[in-house]
């Protein structure tokens, strides 16, 4: 064989690229030509017109995402409404559960002492909650129909009436109390797990609240069933991310920013939007809270007794736009002003009879399930 020459490969290696060079350009010529044509029969859309189409539709897109998720977790709920309930209790003791030991989370045996004082305190509690419904109910039908002879407007007092017989059908069944191993100072409702009342061993170990105390406490959480404020927080929540959407589309199309944006922007919607919710919703259960602690005969004063306790052990004072709770003190300062205005308007003509009540209602729900079991 005769060796080739450097040179000459060198030629027609530069040959065979510029064919190949050509060809490309052939076909770029050629897509472009179809792309044009393309456009002409499809024209694009004004540019005034693209941003707000492609807002609706990152909107559309976090809205349907939302229902998609909400829409399978019904189903899955109904296959197996016995084992969710498992799953749901295990996963809400495991991410709320604080132990300095590195004890599992678990729930305390029927048995324990403080599961059986939870659960006597919140069954009467419960009762009183369903009394105070349904005497809320009973002024706010009676109100309609005053303001209707008035030809008063009707919607705030329709609404408030809505969501008070929707709470009365949230409240109702039977309920169950959990007291957890957590040593963490709380206790809490979830929209995740209905008809459950989660109570920290850890509360009543640093707080050692009296009867009366603890019943405003669980009170406070079954205000927050009667007026729906966990679902209404998901709620919260999904249209906050919805809108961080679409504002970051509007502000960064390209997504390029939408990282640093996302924490930045996000804690301040969150703040502004879903954490001011959270407050209102706070301040609304102390106020359902401490009426209901005068429809069952408790002591109205033991509510901000309570709060002292929760605000000394949380050492929380100042008052802060990023806060899910209103300031202990000031919370502290309503309910004193609230015990005032309800002494001030007298109790059940008989107190001792309604506790004796509730005490019997109590002993019989009991003592009935003992028996079908």
Known sequence: KIPADPAMLACAHIRLRGVRLRACRRLLSSTSGAASAARSIVPEAPWYLRRPVRVFRVAVLGFTLYQTGKAAGHTEALQDPDGMVKTL????????????????????????????????????????TRAWVAHETARLEAELEAA????????????????????????????????????????????YCPRHVFVHEGLLHALTPTEDELAFLIAHELSHVVFAHGERQL??????ATAQLVVLSLIDPTGVLEFVLTATFGQWLEAAYVKEYSRVSEAQADDCGIGIL???CFDIRAASSMMAKVGEASGHTRASWTDTHPPPLERVEHLQRRAVALAEEGTHQDCRSVVQLLKRLYRASTRSKREFA
Request: net charge negative; glycine share 10%.
């Open 294 to 296: 005068h429809a069952g």
């Open 235 to 240: 709620e919260h929540t999904a249209i906050a």
């Open 89 to 128: 209790v295990k996963a809400i003791l495991e991410s709320q559960h604080v132990s300095s030991r590195g004890a599992k989370p678990e729930a305390h045996g029927a048995d324990s002492p403080l599961q059986v004082h939870v659960k006597a305190v919140g069954e009467r509690v419960l009762a009183a």
């Open 148 to 191: 209707k002879a008035r030809g008063e407007y009707l919607g705030d007092l329709r609404d408030h009436l809505r969501d008070l017989r929707a709470g009365a059908e949230r409240i109702a069944g039977e309920w169950t109390w959990l007291v957890t191993n957590s040593e963490g100072v709380n206790a809490f409702v979830s929209p």
